[in-house]
């Protein structure tokens, strides 16, 4: 047998294999249930966001989350506390949170000067906790929940999300919104995040194992168990991490917790970017270590194009029928998950060309860490 035969049937049968994993994890993945009871109950229960020049978002975020905090529970009407930091906005977000804070029940924290060796995202998520702890009376939250201001959510978002994390007893869960896509660099590249985990990671054992491979959350909404995030040191655990939402996860785990992701495209909705040269930024800044390393990353994106692409490739050659396998079951694999999640299924005939322009931006954030040159919001990530 050709060395190139070889290939693609070695890509279709691990094709085949993440089939089978998407379709098991669909199976296990928990969801958010559509009329919580008293689990839900919000009284102490905090929600915070972090901002930094999100005046397009702010607004629209804030006001969301105010009515998803209200939640009635036997007849009893229970609230969250709604927490926002402005981390040295320059946009007009500063005033924007002025007068909303003027108008409701908001919370507003001006944030502090990063300190060496911190993130911005991680600094800001702990100078919240910070505030709610040292705020919060004799009782304290039991529940944080951090959510990103481009991330809108249903009413009954937050009460969902809290009877899941007590009812499954878990210490993190991290409820995946849908991804919105609308332009066509969108449309290729976001519904990769929900479809990545989906087929890779074997949720039965995400959940429990303590291994650093099998973490998966996503911080664009994120509940942890106040005591847990004491226990593991808050966000100063993961205060240098690029991908902190994924570095959270172990850090929980690391301390004997239980967490992962769930389905949450049913509570939240997300648009992360507005066209393709925001999309190339933002995945440039997370990519090159998004898998652990450089090398990690490579490992990961070979194994993707090995997987569903080289079987296409093949079968357009004509070397081997396999190849028709393998592009059958990659399309499968990620038309399942878009039904699950909201996503176009008609986009999924595109996959390997999804795969390949991913594979371009872990190329460019490889490079991108390598040379130096990695910002977020004005300042260095790398």
Not at 76 to 83: D, G, H, I, K
Not at 84 to 106: I, K, R
Not at 232 to 238: E, F, I, R, T
Not at 358 to 377: I, N, P, Q
């Amino acid at each position: 047998m050709s060395l190139a035969r070889w290939t693609v049937r070695a890509g279709a049968a691990l094709s085949v294999a993440s089939l089978g994993l998407t379709v098991d994890n669909l199976r296990r993945l928990r969801v958010p249930p559509a009329v919580p009871g008293a689990a839900g109950d919000l009284d102490r229960v905090a929600v915070l966001l972090p901002v930094r020049d999100e005046a397009e978002h702010v607004e629209a975020c804030v006001r969301a989350l105010l009515e998803a905090a209200t939640h009635a529970v036997d007849g009893r009407e229970t609230r969250a506390r709604v927490v926002v930091l402005d981390d040295g906005s320059t946009d007009g977000t500063g005033e924007v949170l002025s007068w909303l804070q003027a108008a409701g029940t908001l919370e507003v924290v001006r944030g502090a000067d990063l300190p060496a060796g911190w993130l911005g995202k991680p600094w800001a998520c702990q100078q919240l906790a910070d505030h709610v702890r040292l705020t919060g009376g004799a009782g304290g939250a039991e529940v944080l929940v951090f959510v990103d201001a481009d991330v809108r959510v249903r009413p009954d978002a937050l009460a969902a999300t809290v009877a899941l994390l007590r009812d499954a007893d878990l210490d993190l869960v991290s409820p995946y919104p849908h991804q919105e896509a609308r332009t066509v660099g969108e449309r290729l590249v976001q519904p990769l995040l929900q479809w990545s985990w989906s087929s890779t990671l074997p949720l039965g054992l995400a959940e429990t194992s303590p291994r650093p491979s099998l973490a998966a959350a996503n911080g664009q909404l994120l509940a942890v168990r106040a005591p847990t995030y004491w226990r593991l040191g808050g966000h100063d655990a993961v205060r240098a991490e690029v991908v902190e939402d994924v570095a959270l996860v172990r850090a929980v785990k690391s301390v004997g917790g239980r967490g992962g992701v769930a389905d949450g495209a049913r509570i939240a909705s997300c648009r992360m970017y507005d066209d393709w040269p925001a999309l190339r930024e933002g995945y440039a800044k997370s990519l090159w270590t998004a898998f652990g390393s450089p090398a990690g990353a490579a490992g990961v994106v070979g194994l993707m194009v090995l997987a569903h692409v080289v079987p296409v490739v093949g079968a357009l050659a004509g070397w081997s029928r396999a190849g028709l396998v393998g592009y059958a079951a990659s399309v499968l694999s990620r038309g399942l998950v878009a039904r699950r999640t909201g996503a176009r299924v008609g986009d999924t005939w595109a996959h390997p060309v999804s795969v390949l322009v991913f594979a371009g931006l872990a190329a460019d954030s490889v490079v991108a860490h390598r040379r130096g040159r990695l910002t977020w919001k004005g300042r260095s990530v790398a």
